[in-house]
Protein backbone atom coordinates (compact mmCIF):
# COMPACT_ATOMS: atom_id res chain seq x y z
CA UNK A 1 0.00 0.00 0.00
CA UNK A 2 1.22 3.58 -0.91
CA UNK A 3 0.26 6.99 0.34
CA UNK A 4 -0.97 9.31 -2.40
CA UNK A 5 -1.77 12.91 -2.07
CA UNK A 6 -4.46 13.99 -4.08
CA UNK A 7 -7.17 16.92 -4.93
CA UNK A 8 -10.64 16.73 -5.52
CA UNK A 9 -14.15 18.23 -6.11
CA UNK A 10 -16.60 17.82 -3.71
CA UNK A 11 -20.56 16.80 -3.85
CA UNK A 12 -21.28 20.44 -2.91
CA UNK A 13 -18.68 21.86 -5.58
CA UNK A 14 -15.94 22.65 -2.36
CA UNK A 15 -12.11 21.74 -3.34
CA UNK A 16 -10.59 18.87 -1.26
CA UNK A 17 -7.32 18.20 -0.40
CA UNK A 18 -5.83 15.73 1.69
CA UNK A 19 -4.15 11.91 1.97
CA UNK A 20 -5.38 8.24 1.19
CA UNK A 21 -3.81 5.16 0.72
CA UNK A 22 -4.11 2.47 -1.95
CA UNK A 23 -2.35 0.16 -3.84
CA UNK A 24 -2.26 2.39 -6.80
CA UNK A 25 -3.00 5.64 -8.39
CA UNK A 26 -6.09 4.12 -10.12
CA UNK A 27 -7.38 2.64 -6.86
CA UNK A 28 -6.89 5.64 -5.27
CA UNK A 29 -9.20 7.41 -8.24
CA UNK A 30 -11.85 5.06 -7.29
CA UNK A 31 -11.91 5.04 -3.91
CA UNK A 32 -12.16 8.40 -3.92
CA UNK A 33 -14.96 8.50 -6.22
CA UNK A 34 -16.63 5.84 -3.89
CA UNK A 35 -16.61 8.77 -1.21
CA UNK A 36 -18.23 11.29 -3.92
CA UNK A 37 -15.24 13.05 -4.85
CA UNK A 38 -13.99 13.95 -7.62
CA UNK A 39 -10.51 13.66 -8.14
CA UNK A 40 -8.33 16.14 -9.80
CA UNK A 41 -4.87 15.24 -8.73
CA UNK A 42 -3.72 11.81 -7.41
CA UNK A 43 0.02 12.02 -6.89
CA UNK A 44 2.05 9.51 -4.64
CA UNK A 45 3.25 11.18 -1.51
CA UNK A 46 6.99 11.63 -0.60
CA UNK A 47 7.79 9.60 1.85
CA UNK A 48 10.02 6.85 3.23
CA UNK A 49 8.88 3.07 4.22
CA UNK A 50 8.77 2.34 8.24
CA UNK A 51 11.93 0.40 7.07
CA UNK A 52 13.92 3.25 5.88
CA UNK A 53 13.47 6.03 8.47
CA UNK A 54 11.81 8.49 10.48
CA UNK A 55 8.74 10.17 8.53
CA UNK A 56 8.14 13.59 9.16
CA UNK A 57 4.74 15.15 10.65
CA UNK A 58 3.27 16.64 14.14
CA UNK A 59 0.49 16.61 16.06
CA UNK A 60 -0.96 19.10 18.76
CA UNK A 61 -1.09 18.46 22.31
CA UNK A 62 -5.27 19.03 21.59
CA UNK A 63 -5.30 16.28 18.29
CA UNK A 64 -2.96 13.87 20.20
CA UNK A 65 -5.86 14.03 22.92
CA UNK A 66 -8.84 13.34 20.84
CA UNK A 67 -6.77 10.98 18.56
CA UNK A 68 -5.90 8.79 21.35
CA UNK A 69 -9.67 8.82 22.94
CA UNK A 70 -11.25 7.93 19.30
CA UNK A 71 -8.70 5.09 19.21
CA UNK A 72 -9.70 3.49 22.52
CA UNK A 73 -13.35 3.87 21.31
CA UNK A 74 -12.87 2.45 18.19
CA UNK A 75 -10.56 -0.14 19.07
CA UNK A 76 -12.66 -1.49 21.93
CA UNK A 77 -15.78 -1.45 19.72
CA UNK A 78 -14.16 -3.80 17.73
CA UNK A 79 -11.96 -2.52 15.17
CA UNK A 80 -8.86 -2.75 14.34
CA UNK A 81 -6.18 -0.39 14.51
CA UNK A 82 -6.01 -0.26 10.59
CA UNK A 83 -9.35 0.51 10.35
CA UNK A 84 -9.58 2.91 13.25
CA UNK A 85 -6.74 5.13 12.07
CA UNK A 86 -8.18 4.96 8.65
CA UNK A 87 -11.76 6.39 9.87
CA UNK A 88 -9.94 8.75 12.10
CA UNK A 89 -7.77 10.34 9.48
CA UNK A 90 -10.53 10.90 6.84
CA UNK A 91 -12.13 12.76 9.74
CA UNK A 92 -9.32 14.52 10.78
CA UNK A 93 -9.41 18.68 9.98
CA UNK A 94 -6.28 19.40 10.02
CA UNK A 95 -3.68 18.42 7.29
CA UNK A 96 -0.70 17.52 9.50
CA UNK A 97 -2.23 15.50 11.67
CA UNK A 98 -4.09 13.29 8.65
CA UNK A 99 -1.02 13.02 7.24
CA UNK A 100 0.46 11.82 10.50
CA UNK A 101 -2.23 8.83 10.80
CA UNK A 102 -2.04 7.99 7.36
CA UNK A 103 1.94 7.33 7.58
CA UNK A 104 1.20 5.36 10.64
CA UNK A 105 -2.07 3.37 9.16
CA UNK A 106 0.38 2.58 5.97
CA UNK A 107 3.15 0.90 8.13
CA UNK A 108 0.25 -0.87 10.21
CA UNK A 109 -0.87 -2.32 6.40
CA UNK A 110 2.78 -3.11 5.67
CA UNK A 111 3.02 -5.01 8.63
CA UNK A 112 4.54 -3.61 11.60
CA UNK A 113 3.03 -3.46 14.55
CA UNK A 114 1.04 -0.78 15.82
CA UNK A 115 4.17 0.42 18.60
CA UNK A 116 6.53 -0.07 15.41
CA UNK A 117 4.74 2.69 13.30
CA UNK A 118 4.02 4.86 15.88
CA UNK A 119 8.00 5.34 16.15
CA UNK A 120 8.79 6.19 12.68
CA UNK A 121 6.57 9.04 13.69
CA UNK A 122 8.35 10.12 16.55
CA UNK A 123 7.73 13.80 16.62
CA UNK A 124 4.30 13.27 16.96
CA UNK A 125 4.13 10.21 19.25
CA UNK A 126 6.33 10.81 22.19
CA UNK A 127 8.16 7.74 23.89
CA UNK A 128 6.33 7.26 27.03
CA UNK A 129 3.19 7.27 24.26
CA UNK A 130 4.65 4.67 22.46
CA UNK A 131 5.73 2.78 25.33
CA UNK A 132 2.08 2.32 26.98
CA UNK A 133 0.80 1.41 23.06
CA UNK A 134 3.51 -1.41 23.04
CA UNK A 135 2.94 -2.53 26.51
CA UNK A 136 -1.17 -2.67 25.43
CA UNK A 137 -0.11 -5.17 22.62
CA UNK A 138 1.61 -7.16 24.64
CA UNK A 139 -1.01 -7.50 26.75
CA UNK A 140 -4.06 -8.21 24.87
CA UNK A 141 -5.76 -5.21 25.62
CA UNK A 142 -4.93 -2.40 23.77
CA UNK A 143 -8.46 -0.67 23.98
CA UNK A 144 -8.79 -0.58 27.61
CA UNK A 145 -5.13 0.93 27.53
CA UNK A 146 -5.62 3.61 24.98
CA UNK A 147 -8.72 4.87 27.34
CA UNK A 148 -6.08 4.83 30.09
CA UNK A 149 -3.41 6.30 27.91
CA UNK A 150 -6.02 9.01 26.81
CA UNK A 151 -7.71 9.87 30.27
CA UNK A 152 -3.48 10.42 31.19
CA UNK A 153 -3.13 12.58 28.28
CA UNK A 154 -6.23 14.87 29.24
CA UNK A 155 -5.42 15.72 32.65
CA UNK A 156 -1.38 16.43 31.93
CA UNK A 157 -2.69 18.60 29.40
CA UNK A 158 -5.15 20.31 31.66
CA UNK A 159 -2.85 20.87 34.42
CA UNK A 160 -0.59 22.94 31.66
CA UNK A 161 -3.12 24.76 30.15
CA UNK A 162 -3.97 25.94 33.88
CA UNK A 163 -0.58 26.74 34.52
CA UNK A 164 -0.12 29.10 31.74
CA UNK A 165 -3.36 30.93 32.11
CA UNK A 166 -2.40 31.87 35.04
CA UNK A 167 1.05 33.44 33.55
CA UNK A 168 -0.79 35.48 31.16
CA UNK A 169 -1.55 38.70 33.30
CA UNK A 170 1.60 38.40 35.11
CA UNK A 171 3.60 38.62 31.31
CA UNK A 172 1.23 40.70 30.04
CA UNK A 173 1.80 43.47 33.04
CA UNK A 174 5.55 42.74 32.91
CA UNK A 175 5.90 43.55 29.02
CA UNK A 176 3.65 46.83 29.77
CA UNK A 177 5.23 47.96 32.32
CA UNK A 178 8.84 47.20 30.18
CA UNK A 179 7.10 49.29 27.59
CA UNK A 180 6.26 52.28 29.11
CA UNK A 181 9.84 52.65 30.69
CA UNK A 182 11.72 51.99 27.42
CA UNK A 183 8.84 55.46 26.41
CA UNK A 184 10.30 57.26 29.43
CA UNK A 185 13.65 56.76 29.28
CA UNK A 186 13.68 57.49 25.26
CA UNK A 187 11.78 60.51 25.19
CA UNK A 188 10.75 61.81 28.16
CA UNK A 189 14.32 61.22 30.04
CA UNK A 190 16.01 63.43 27.15
CA UNK A 191 13.49 66.10 27.04
CA UNK A 192 14.54 67.03 30.50
CA UNK A 193 18.13 66.83 30.02
CA UNK A 194 17.71 69.48 27.63
CA UNK A 195 15.71 71.84 29.61
CA UNK A 196 18.72 71.75 32.05
CA UNK A 197 21.36 71.71 29.63
CA UNK A 198 20.32 75.24 28.70
CA UNK A 199 20.11 76.43 32.59
CA UNK A 200 23.57 74.87 32.92
CA UNK A 201 22.34 73.57 36.64
CA UNK A 202 24.35 70.21 38.32
CA UNK A 203 21.85 67.14 38.34
CA UNK A 204 21.48 64.99 41.21
CA UNK A 205 22.76 61.75 41.62
CA UNK A 206 19.45 59.78 40.73
CA UNK A 207 18.45 61.65 37.81
CA UNK A 208 22.32 61.37 36.35
CA UNK A 209 21.60 57.57 36.72
CA UNK A 210 18.57 57.44 34.88
CA UNK A 211 19.88 59.94 32.41
CA UNK A 212 23.23 57.49 31.38
CA UNK A 213 20.23 54.32 31.23
CA UNK A 214 18.78 56.47 28.40
CA UNK A 215 21.85 57.46 27.24
CA UNK A 216 23.07 54.03 26.81
CA UNK A 217 19.24 52.83 25.63
CA UNK A 218 19.16 55.48 22.99
CA UNK A 219 23.12 54.65 21.71
CA UNK A 220 22.91 50.93 21.57
CA UNK A 221 19.53 49.72 22.05
CA UNK A 222 19.51 48.27 18.22
CA UNK A 223 22.59 46.75 19.15
CA UNK A 224 22.03 45.05 22.76
CA UNK A 225 18.67 43.47 21.65
CA UNK A 226 20.14 41.37 19.19
CA UNK A 227 23.15 40.59 21.42
CA UNK A 228 20.86 39.53 24.38
CA UNK A 229 18.84 37.18 21.99
CA UNK A 230 22.00 35.57 20.53
CA UNK A 231 23.30 35.08 24.10
CA UNK A 232 19.86 33.86 25.36
CA UNK A 233 20.47 31.22 22.42
CA UNK A 234 23.50 30.21 23.18
CA UNK A 235 22.77 30.00 26.90
CA UNK A 236 20.27 27.63 26.13
CA UNK A 237 23.00 25.61 24.23
CA UNK A 238 24.93 25.39 27.30
CA UNK A 239 22.21 24.26 29.28
CA UNK A 240 21.71 21.24 27.45
CA UNK A 241 25.35 20.26 28.32
CA UNK A 242 24.41 17.54 30.81
CA UNK A 243 26.98 18.78 33.24
CA UNK A 244 25.23 22.37 33.31
CA UNK A 245 21.66 20.60 33.06
CA UNK A 246 22.25 18.69 36.16
CA UNK A 247 23.95 21.30 38.36
CA UNK A 248 20.64 23.52 37.01
CA UNK A 249 17.89 21.15 37.66
CA UNK A 250 19.52 20.38 40.69
CA UNK A 251 19.46 24.03 42.08
CA UNK A 252 15.94 24.70 40.53
CA UNK A 253 14.64 21.80 42.79
CA UNK A 254 16.20 23.68 46.04
CA UNK A 255 14.08 26.99 45.61
CA UNK A 256 12.16 27.68 48.26
CA UNK A 257 8.75 28.21 46.60
CA UNK A 258 8.97 26.88 42.86
CA UNK A 259 11.50 24.26 43.80
CA UNK A 260 8.27 22.59 45.50
CA UNK A 261 6.17 23.05 42.26
CA UNK A 262 8.87 21.37 39.81
CA UNK A 263 9.28 18.32 41.95
CA UNK A 264 5.62 17.89 42.70
CA UNK A 265 5.50 18.69 38.90
CA UNK A 266 7.68 15.62 38.17
CA UNK A 267 7.24 13.41 40.63
CA UNK A 268 3.31 13.47 39.71
CA UNK A 269 4.13 12.82 35.46
CA UNK A 270 6.72 10.09 36.81
CA UNK A 271 3.77 8.16 39.00
CA UNK A 272 1.26 8.92 36.13
CA UNK A 273 3.26 7.46 33.96
CA UNK A 274 4.38 4.62 35.68
CA UNK A 275 1.02 3.88 36.94
CA UNK A 276 -1.08 3.73 33.26
CA UNK A 277 2.67 1.12 32.28
CA UNK A 278 2.23 -1.13 34.98
CA UNK A 279 -1.72 -1.01 35.25
CA UNK A 280 -1.27 -2.49 31.02
CA UNK A 281 0.70 -5.14 31.69
CA UNK A 282 3.90 -3.40 31.43
CA UNK A 283 6.84 -5.22 34.18
CA UNK A 284 8.07 -2.95 36.65
CA UNK A 285 11.88 -1.81 34.93
CA UNK A 286 9.65 -1.19 31.70
CA UNK A 287 7.39 1.07 33.82
CA UNK A 288 10.31 2.79 35.29
CA UNK A 289 11.74 3.41 31.55
CA UNK A 290 8.58 5.10 30.28
CA UNK A 291 7.98 7.35 33.45
CA UNK A 292 12.15 8.41 33.44
CA UNK A 293 11.18 9.28 29.56
CA UNK A 294 8.06 11.33 30.63
CA UNK A 295 10.21 13.56 32.85
CA UNK A 296 11.93 16.54 32.02
CA UNK A 297 14.32 16.77 35.26
CA UNK A 298 17.58 15.73 34.35
CA UNK A 299 17.64 14.83 38.72
CA UNK A 300 14.41 12.77 38.28
CA UNK A 301 15.75 10.91 35.18
CA UNK A 302 19.04 9.87 36.94
CA UNK A 303 17.01 8.56 39.89
CA UNK A 304 14.68 7.12 37.74
CA UNK A 305 17.62 4.90 36.14
CA UNK A 306 19.40 4.40 39.39
CA UNK A 307 15.78 2.96 40.76
CA UNK A 308 15.38 0.77 37.38
CA UNK A 309 18.57 -0.75 37.89
CA UNK A 310 18.27 -1.55 41.88
CA UNK A 311 14.86 -3.17 41.12
CA UNK A 312 16.81 -5.32 38.45
CA UNK A 313 19.10 -6.51 41.08
CA UNK A 314 16.19 -7.51 43.69
CA UNK A 315 15.60 -4.50 45.46
CA UNK A 316 11.93 -3.62 46.37
CA UNK A 317 10.73 -0.56 44.25
CA UNK A 318 9.87 1.56 47.25
CA UNK A 319 13.55 0.87 48.67
CA UNK A 320 15.32 2.15 45.53
CA UNK A 321 12.94 5.25 45.51
CA UNK A 322 13.88 6.06 48.85
CA UNK A 323 17.86 5.62 48.11
CA UNK A 324 17.84 8.19 45.89
CA UNK A 325 16.38 11.28 48.39
CA UNK A 326 14.45 12.62 45.48
CA UNK A 327 11.01 11.52 45.33
CA UNK A 328 8.38 12.67 48.11
CA UNK A 329 8.19 10.39 51.29
CA UNK A 330 4.69 10.44 50.31
CA UNK A 331 5.01 9.23 47.04
CA UNK A 332 7.59 6.48 48.18
CA UNK A 333 5.08 5.19 51.13
CA UNK A 334 2.16 5.25 48.67
CA UNK A 335 4.63 2.65 46.61
CA UNK A 336 5.25 0.68 49.86
CA UNK A 337 1.49 -0.18 50.47
CA UNK A 338 1.08 -0.66 46.97
CA UNK A 339 3.52 -3.53 46.75
CA UNK A 340 2.14 -4.83 49.77
CA UNK A 341 -1.19 -4.68 49.18
CA UNK A 342 0.04 -6.39 45.47
CA UNK A 343 -2.05 -3.29 43.81
CA UNK A 344 1.20 -1.49 42.57
CA UNK A 345 -0.80 0.46 39.68
CA UNK A 346 -3.81 1.43 41.71
CA UNK A 347 -1.05 2.80 44.45
CA UNK A 348 0.84 5.27 41.81
CA UNK A 349 -2.54 6.46 39.85
CA UNK A 350 -4.06 7.61 43.42
CA UNK A 351 -0.18 9.33 44.18
CA UNK A 352 -0.37 10.99 41.24
CA UNK A 353 -3.62 12.02 41.68
CA UNK A 354 -3.02 13.23 44.88
CA UNK A 355 0.53 15.42 44.07
CA UNK A 356 -1.71 17.33 41.04
CA UNK A 357 -3.58 18.72 43.41
CA UNK A 358 -1.19 19.43 45.45
CA UNK A 359 0.59 20.86 42.81
CA UNK A 360 -2.62 22.67 41.73
CA UNK A 361 -2.61 24.40 45.20
CA UNK A 362 1.38 25.19 45.06
CA UNK A 363 0.88 26.89 41.59
CA UNK A 364 -2.08 29.03 42.94
CA UNK A 365 -0.43 29.89 45.60
CA UNK A 366 2.57 30.87 43.49
CA UNK A 367 1.67 32.47 41.38
CA UNK A 368 -0.76 34.33 43.87
CA UNK A 369 2.58 35.54 45.57
CA UNK A 370 4.34 36.24 42.28
CA UNK A 371 1.05 38.86 40.56
CA UNK A 372 1.65 41.44 43.42
CA UNK A 373 5.65 40.98 43.98
CA UNK A 374 5.47 42.07 40.05
CA UNK A 375 3.45 45.01 40.47
CA UNK A 376 5.13 45.93 43.25
CA UNK A 377 8.65 45.49 41.44
CA UNK A 378 7.69 47.23 38.01
CA UNK A 379 6.18 50.01 40.49
CA UNK A 380 9.19 50.61 41.87
CA UNK A 381 10.88 50.90 38.54
CA UNK A 382 8.51 53.19 37.28
CA UNK A 383 8.39 55.54 40.48
CA UNK A 384 11.77 55.91 40.12
CA UNK A 385 12.31 57.12 36.62
CA UNK A 386 9.86 59.52 37.51
CA UNK A 387 11.24 60.75 40.43
CA UNK A 388 14.35 61.26 38.85
CA UNK A 389 12.41 63.45 36.08
CA UNK A 390 10.51 65.11 38.86
CA UNK A 391 13.73 66.10 41.00
CA UNK A 392 15.38 68.67 38.62
CA UNK A 393 12.03 70.08 37.52
CA UNK A 394 11.48 71.06 41.63
CA UNK A 395 15.08 71.97 41.71
CA UNK A 396 13.99 74.68 38.54
CA UNK A 397 10.71 75.34 40.06
CA UNK A 398 12.91 76.59 43.72
CA UNK A 399 15.51 78.69 41.38
CA UNK A 400 13.00 80.49 39.67
CA UNK A 401 11.16 80.93 43.22
CA UNK A 402 14.55 82.37 44.54
CA UNK A 403 15.32 84.87 41.85
Known amino acids: MAVFDYVAIGADGKRATGVITADSARSARKELRLKQLSPLEVKEARQKSASAGRQKGSMSGKDLVLTTRQL ?12 ALGAIASEAEKPGARRVLMNVRGNVQEGYSFSESLSQSSKAFPPYYRAVVAAGQTSGRLGD ?8 LEKSRKLRSKLLSALIYPAVLAVGALVVVVLL ?3 VVPAVVEQFQTVGQDLPALPNAVIGASDFLRGWGLIVVPAI ?4 WLLRGVFRTPAV ?7 VLRLPLLGKVIKNANAAQF ?6 LSGSGATVP ?3 VAARGSVGNEVFRQAATKVRRQVEEGQPLNRAMRATEVFPPMLVHMVASGERGGDLPAMMGRAADYMEDELDSSATVALGLLEPLLIVLLAGVVAVIVL ?4 PILQLNTMAIGA
Do not use: N, P, Q, Y
Request: no cysteine.
Open 388 to 391: AIML
Open 286 to 288: DAL
Open 271 to 276: ARTFAT
Open 72 to 83: AMLIKSGATVEE
Open 145 to 152: VMERLATH
Open 245 to 251: KIGWDRF
Open 185 to 187: LIF
Open 229 to 232: GLGA
